[in-house]
């Protein structure tokens, strides 16, 4: 299968598009940075990648190491008019092919976020705890595992 996405490790020149993106997606069912202070020092934590489809900034994806064998996938987002074309899948494949075998990988997303529970079910992702208020919105997140095999 083709590849429609690259994965670029995000720089502080991608902070306006990820900001635009973030404000297009946002909703009760998903937040992500909007200011863009606090976007940059999550950019120079390190692995933020933006996701880029036909030379232009798709969506953007972020995983943190943990520890050796655990990676949490956070800030993920995809620009409206890209959705639906499996970029979403892609990128998550890509994610995953740089994880290490007994790695765990987790995941928070809101309970109503129906496309994201899917998808990440089709990975093979668990549905685990409920947690009320998790990012201190006033919102629930299901905490998501899978084990990597």
Request: glycine letters at 8%.
């Amino acid at each position: 299968m083709e590849k429609r996405i690259t994965l670029e490790t995000a720089t502080d020149a991608d902070i306006d598009e990820y900001i635009v993106i973030g404000k297009k997606v946002q909703s009760k069912a998903f937040s992500t940075f909007t200011d863009p202070q606090a976007l940059a020092i999550h950019i120079k934590k390190g692995q933020t990648y933006s996701i880029r489809s036909k030379g232009r900034i798709a969506g953007f994806i972020s995983c943190e190491d943990t520890n050796k064998k655990e990676m949490y996938l956070s800030n993920f987002a995809i620009d409206p008019q890209f959705q639906g074309q499996g970029i979403a899948r892609e990128a998550v494949e890509g994610i995953l092919s740089n994880v290490e075998i007994g790695s765990v990988v987790w995941l928070v997303t809101h309970p109503e976020n129906i496309k994201a529970l899917n998808l990440y079910k089709s990975f093979g992702f668990k549905v685990g705890e409920l947690k009320e208020n998790y990012f201190g919105d006033g919102e629930p997140r299901i905490v998501m595992t899978l084990l990597r095999e």
